[in-house]
């Protein structure tokens, strides 16, 4: 059970994303680019009878293990982890939900730092990510494109000379390719500005979602945003894109949160020291509470109204207190009830601890 | 694309993760404000991105054709993975990669709908630069082989063995 033991580790490191580091990293949480890519040998996968899926699965984890660093991969066969640990990879980026819930072979490979996650037989045979902490779409591209030629270099890519790399969803088909960077706009939230951002949005044909954890509950102010459209533009073109929107954004947060700190700091000030005084004292708590408040708590830190506090910590809590990681580190299965009274128990440990107090017991 | 709740154009393109299945909404301005300001607990009534494909699609057919030769369309079949045109419109999602082949007919039009473009002008694989269609043919092949050898049929079933060997070592697209 060497896999099992490996991806216990993941919950114990913090992830790149996580890092808090990188450019414009108080607004940028991630840039992630991911590429869609399908053997040219095999029907798609809803199509293909269960043996072809083993011989996709097959190939591609044979392909992965060869690249340069492939070795060092975790590879983890997903049809045999159980709920809860499918759930955490969902929570920390690295599979989709729906690799999580769907059936028959399918797998990950991940590298060591968590940057690239490769997905076997999801939508598409293979899904290549990489993600980046901050606002870095051209390290990502580097990294993605490199191991892309190498998985290239092992197995024959379903490819059309006009239409490009083929997918089973025409969605997806041309460049195959999804670039996103995760933005938390908790300002522009509470300005009710984020209009401005759709409509700035809308002129390039980028996509914007919301970040959704337990239950369907929008939650802590992040906003992805991303290309709509894989067909007809580079993919130095469609990251260009991306490129050119985001500063905006981050320039409208930016004085969305000097007109609050300006025009309304006690209001804002209370706001803040209220939601992260929630935090540290609450009994019991839900993931949408914690998410909800966790967002103040990031805003305050960035604008120095917390000084106790460190971005890649709030950011830690982010993900620690999402319900697969609350059970992953607390060692067992809880249900809901019970995952709210841990939740609270671990956010009043962390956040006294973090503030430099004694930590509370329990 | 036409907005999915009026005959404006889509101009605002959202992914939902609500239901656990990513669906994607393709809304005007003015229903993208409505459905961006409901409050964030309220489930949006979203339908996926299959059931938007065969909107589209239908209203694509729809233009210019009779019943018949709809029904007709429906029945096409990709020679590769069998799978009819009424699948793919029906679950949104391609059976093969031959598919763009043989319902390129159909699908050229929603994919410029799509995309706004029709050619990709982005990165070519070194392998095969010119395609791997002919490596797509080798799910065709090994399907006669196996029915073939089902049918007992061995002479056709070494003829087809060898053909699809003769592929595979080609390393040919």
Known sequence: MVGAVKLDDLARQRGEWLRGNGPEADIVISSRIRLARNLADFPF?????EQDRARIEKSVREAVLKTDGGSKMLYLDVEQLDTVDRQFLVERHLISREHAESQGARAVAIDPAETLSVMVNEEDHLRIQVMQSGFDLPSAWARINLVDDLMESQVTYAFHPRLGYLTACPTNVGTGMRVSVMLHLPALVLTRQLDKVFRSLQKVSLAVRGLYGEGSQAMGDFYQI???????????????????????????????????????HENLHDQVSRAYGILRTAQTISSEETMHLLSRV?????LGLIDDLQIPAVNELFIHTQPAHLQKISGVELDTADRNIERARYLRRQLNREAGGPASKN | MKCQKCDKPATFHITELTSGKPAELHLCEEHAREYLTQSPGEPASASNMAAALAHQLAQQMAVGQTAEE??????????????????????????????????EAQLGPLLLNIHGEGEHT????????????KRTQLIRLRREMSEAVAEERYERAKELRDEIQRIENSGAG
């Open chain 2, 70 to 103: 709809l029904a007709q369309l429906d029945q096409q079949a990709c020679p590769v993975c069998g799978i009819t045109f009424h699948e793919f419109r029906s679950q949104g999602r391609l059976g093969c990669p031959h598919d763009y082949v043989a319902f």
């Open chain 1, 45 to 49: 996968i809803s199509r293909a009878p």
């Open chain 1, 298 to 302: 990031r805003m305050g830190v960035n």
């Open chain 2, 122 to 133: 982005g990165k070519i694989p070194k392998r095969c630069p010119q395609g791997s269609e």
């Open chain 1, 226 to 264: 991303s290309n709509q459209v894989t067909l007809g533009k580079s993919e130095e073109k469609l990251i260009k894109d991306v490129v050119e929107i985001v500063p905006k954004i981050i320039e409208w947060e930016r004085k969305a949160r000097e007109f609050l700190i300006k025009e309304s």
